[in-house]
């Protein structure tokens, strides 16, 4: 079936530091989606990518959609605590389910 | 800002009984989605509702499982006899047709004893 390979699964930052995650398929998709979820809630969209090849930024969040359509990466800049969470991937064709990526865990030390 | 309602936010169950979970999704939305995600793991789809029916399901969704929208607002999951593999927690999300993104509700933490 259908699976998003996200990296990596974790990462470990200080306070400050950029970060970079990607996601790899070997499906196409029509969009990409990168979501952040706190425990125990349920996951927030945070961009959305609908061209190939589009780059898009939300404060200090930037989001690439691949010219292949195969693959996304998400920079987030000069971390702040409250950046801490799990970070998802997801692909999309159409109007239909999401594929998920397996989640990048950031943990930040101040 | 709008929102996906569920409800509860959690729930214990006994091995064998029926749950029902709620999720009120956004009143414009005509797409509507179930997810879950065991704990620790990705989300992983269950199934999609449009115009009244299903229009996709995945393996997990087997047939201990129905979704059905008995009313203009609410949308139900339905597990008939609960396992304990089935402890996770359950996202409902709906969907518009002019922007694609879902908005997921917080989730109903089910869990299975």
């Known amino acids: 079936g259908q699976q998003l390979n996200q990296s990596p699964q974790s990462m470990f930052i200080q306070e400050g530091e950029d970060v970079s995650m990607n996601c790899t398929s070997s499906?196409?998709?029509?969009?990409w989606l990168w979501y952040k979820q706190d425990p125990g809630e349920g996951p927030v969209l945070l961009i959305a990518?609908?061209?190939?090849?589009e780059l898009t930024s939300n404060g200090r969040l930037t989001a690439q959609f691949g010219i292949t359509r195969k693959d996304s990466f998400l920079n987030i800049s000069a971390s702040i605590p409250s950046d801490v969470g799990i970070y998802f991937c997801a692909g999309q064709k159409g109007a239909q389910k999401l594929v998920f990526g397996q989640g990048t865990r950031l943990t930040i030390n101040p | 800002e709008p929102e996906v309602t569920q409800t509860p936010s959690h729930q214990v169950t006994q091995m064998g009984q029926e749950v029902i979970l709620r999720c009120v999704p956004i009143s414009n939305h005509l797409y509507f989605y179930w997810y879950r995600q065991i704990l620790g793991q990705k989300v992983e789809f269950l199934v999609s509702f449009y115009n009244n029916e299903i229009s996709e399901k995945s393996e997990i969704f087997d047939d201990q499982f129905s979704v059905e929208r008995p009313d203009g607002s609410n949308f139900t999951l339905k597990i008939r006899s609960t396992k304990l593999e089935d402890s996770a927690m359950y996202f409902c999300a709906s969907e518009s047709l002019e922007n694609y993104g879902y908005t997921f509700g917080s989730g109903t933490r089910l869990t299975v004893v």
């Open positions: 499906s196409i998709f029509n969009t």
């Open positions: 990518l609908y061209k190939a090849g």
